[in-house]
C-alpha cells in the first residue's frame, strides 16, 4: 500500500475565523490525525504569531506549516514563531505563471530561480522541513517550471507542492501535467475545486506519482471528507493507504463546518446590565463599575523535553486582580499564554465562565503599538462582551476578559 499525505488548509484559507474557533478546528483536525496543518502566512506579526506560538504547543502528532513569500526577513519572523511546534514546516509559497510573477510579486522571470534558491536556503538553515509550492504551476511555461523545482530542491526544500489554483484541468489533463515533470522529493496535489473536479484531479495525479493531497472545508479545495471518503471506499482497489482516523473523522468534519458557519448577528446592549439581552454587551470605555481591577501579570513560558527529545511548551500564569479593594493573586498553567492567564483569573474569582470568542480585534503600529483584544463569555445563555487593550496582545486579552468579568458582575448586582 502506498501511503498518501494528507494536508489540510483550513486554517490557512479562513483567516477571518476567531482565535478561538482556530484553536477548535486545529483540535479536531488533530483528532482527525490529519499529516499536516497549514496555519495563514504571517501578516499581523504580533496576532498571527502569537496563534501560531498557540498552536505549536497543543499540535502534537501532526506537522505545522506556516507559509513564507519570497523574503529572507519573512522566513526568519516565520520560524521565530512556529519553532517550539513538535514538528515545524517551513512552506515557500510562490506564483509562477508569467502574470503573477511580474504583475503581483513584482519580479522577472529571469530573476525568479535566484530569489527562490535564496529563501529556500534560509528556510533550510533555520527549520529541518521545508516545502516549495508552486502557485499556479498548470499555468506557468513547463521549462521555466522545472528550472525553477530544481532550484527549489537542491536549495534544501524536502518536499513540493504542485498546484492547479485556476481549476483549469481535467483529471486526465492534471495526471499528464505532474508525470511530465522530473521531482525526487515527495509531491502534494493542490487542486481548486471551482468545477468540482479537484478531487478526482488529486487521485489522478497520485497515480501519476504524487504522494500527497491538499484539503480544506470552507474553501476551493477538496473536502478533508470527500477525500477520507475514496480512501474509504476505493483505498484498497487502488493501493492507496492514508493516516486519517476513520472512526471519527466525520464528526470532526461536521464539528469544523459548524465552527465555519456564519456566525448568528447579535447586536450588543447599549445597556450591560440588561437581562433581558441575549448580547450583553461593554468594553472598557463603559461606564460600568470595576469589580475586578488588574494590578499585574507575569507570564513564564516552560519548555519540557519528551522522551523522543522534542520540546513541549507550557505556559504558566501569575495574576493579581484588585477585587473589592483587596489584592489578590492566581497563579495556574495552560496551553499558551492566554489560556494560562484566563485560568488564573478563574482561579481568583472562583468561578468559569464559557469562553465563547476571543479575538484579536487589532494591532497598531509604531513606538507606541498597542494590540486590541475582544472576548465574550456566554453565562447562562447570555453573552457578556468585554475588550482591552494594551502594548502586547496577551495584556490585551486579559484585559478583555476582566472587561467582560465586570459586565457579569453588574448584571449580578443589578437583579
Not at 479562513?14 to 482565535?19: G, I, K, R, T
Not at 497543543?58 to 507559509?67: F, G, H, I, K, R
Not at 517550471?145 to 489554483?165: E, F, K, M, N, W
Given at each position: 500500500m502506498k501511503k498518501i499525505t494528507v494536508s489540510d488548509q483550513?486554517?490557512?484559507?479562513?483567516?477571518?475565523?476567531?482565535?478561538?474557533d482556530k484553536l477548535e478546528i486545529a483540535r479536531e483536525l488533530g483528532t482527525a490525525r490529519v499529516d499536516v496543518m497549514e496555519v495563514q502566512p504571517i501578516e499581523d506579526v504580533k496576532a498571527d504569531s502569537l496563534l501560531?506560538?498557540?498552536?505549536?504547543?497543543?499540535?502534537?502528532?501532526?506537522?505545522?506549516?506556516?507559509?513564507?513569500?519570497?523574503?529572507?526577513s519573512?522566513?526568519?519572523?516565520?520560524?521565530?514563531?512556529?519553532?517550539?511546534?513538535?514538528?515545524?514546516?517551513?512552506?515557500?509559497?510562490?506564483?509562477?505563471?508569467?502574470?503573477?510573477?511580474?504583475?503581483?510579486?513584482?519580479?522577472?522571470?529571469?530573476?525568479m530561480p535566484e530569489l527562490v534558491a535564496s529563501v529556500v536556503s534560509r528556510c533550510a538553515e533555520l527549520c529541518p522541513d521545508v516545502e516549495?509550492?508552486?502557485?499556479?504551476?498548470?499555468?506557468?511555461?513547463?521549462?521555466?517550471?522545472?528550472?525553477?523545482?530544481?532550484?527549489?530542491?537542491?536549495?534544501?526544500?524536502?518536499?513540493?507542492?504542485?498546484?492547479?489554483?485556476?481549476?483549469?484541468?481535467?483529471?486526465?489533463?492534471?495526471?499528464?501535467?505532474?508525470?511530465?515533470?522530473?521531482?525526487?522529493?515527495?509531491?502534494?496535489?493542490?487542486?481548486?475545486?471551482?468545477?468540482?473536479?479537484?478531487?478526482?484531479?488529486?487521485?489522478?495525479?497520485?497515480?501519476?506519482?504524487a504522494a500527497g493531497i491538499k484539503t480544506a472545508a470552507g474553501a476551493s479545495l477538496p473536502s478533508l471528507d470527500t477525500v477520507a471518503a475514496v480512501f474509504r471506499t476505493r483505498g484498497d482497489r487502488l493501493g492507496y493507504d492514508c493516516s486519517l482516523d476513520m472512526t471519527v473523522l466525520n464528526r470532526s468534519v461536521k464539528n469544523i463546518h459548524t465552527l465555519l458557519a456564519p456566525a448568528k448577528s447579535m447586536l450588543p446592549s447599549s445597556s450591560p446590565h440588561s437581562a433581558s439581552e441575549t448580547d450583553a454587551g461593554g468594553d472598557e470605555d463603559t461606564p460600568v463599575p470595576s469589580t475586578y481591577k488588574l494590578k499585574s501579570y507575569v507570564i513564564n513560558i516552560i519548555t519540557n523535553i519528551s522522551a523522543d527529545g522534542a520540546?513541549?511548551?507550557?505556559?504558566?500564569?501569575?495574576?493579581?486582580?484588585?477585587?473589592?479593594?483587596?489584592?489578590?493573586?492566581?497563579?495556574?498553567?495552560?496551553?499558551?499564554?492566554?489560556?494560562?492567564?484566563?485560568?488564573?483569573?478563574?482561579?481568583?474569582?472562583?468561578?468559569?465562565?464559557?469562553?465563547?470568542?476571543?479575538?484579536?480585534?487589532?494591532?497598531?503600529?509604531?513606538?507606541?503599538?498597542?494590540?486590541?483584544?475582544?472576548?465574550?463569555?456566554?453565562?447562562?445563555?447570555?453573552?457578556?462582551?468585554?475588550?482591552?487593550?494594551?502594548?502586547d496582545i496577551v495584556g490585551a486579552g486579559i484585559r478583555a476578559y476582566l472587561a467582560a468579568l465586570n459586565n457579569i458582575a453588574w448584571e449580578e448586582r443589578s437583579k
Open positions: 483550513t486554517l490557512r484559507l479562513n483567516p477571518s475565523l476567531s482565535f478561538k501560531i506560538r498557540t498552536l505549536s504547543s497543543m499540535v502534537a502528532d501532526s506537522v505545522l506549516s506556516v507559509p513564507v513569500g519570497l523574503s529572507v519573512e522566513a526568519e519572523t516565520a520560524w521565530e514563531a512556529v519553532k517550539d511546534a513538535a514538528k515545524p514546516r517551513l512552506c515557500v509559497c510562490v506564483p509562477l505563471s508569467p502574470a503573477t510573477m511580474e504583475y503581483v510579486c513584482g519580479v522577472k522571470p529571469a530573476k516549495f509550492s508552486a502557485l499556479d504551476a498548470t499555468r506557468a511555461e513547463p521549462a521555466f517550471l522545472q528550472t525553477i523545482l530544481d532550484r527549489a530542491v537542491s536549495s534544501g526544500a524536502g518536499s513540493v507542492s504542485l498546484c492547479d489554483s485556476a481549476g483549469i484541468m481535467l483529471p486526465d489533463e492534471f495526471a499528464a501535467f505532474i508525470a511530465s515533470l522530473s521531482v525526487n522529493v515527495p509531491v502534494s496535489a493542490e487542486c481548486s475545486d471551482e468545477l468540482g473536479l479537484g478531487a478526482a484531479c488529486a487521485f489522478a495525479a497520485l497515480g501519476a506519482g520540546d513541549h511548551n507550557d505556559a504558566v500564569a501569575s495574576v493579581v486582580i484588585e477585587q473589592d479593594g483587596e489584592d489578590r493573586r492566581g497563579l495556574s498553567g495552560g496551553n499558551g499564554p492566554i489560556d494560562a492567564a484566563f485560568s488564573a483569573i478563574d482561579q481568583i474569582i472562583g468561578r468559569h465562565y464559557e469562553l465563547d470568542d476571543f479575538r484579536i480585534k487589532s494591532v497598531d503600529e509604531g513606538r507606541e503599538a498597542a494590540g486590541s483584544a475582544l472576548v465574550k463569555l456566554r453565562e447562562r445563555g447570555t453573552l457578556y462582551t468585554g475588550s482591552g487593550r494594551s502594548s
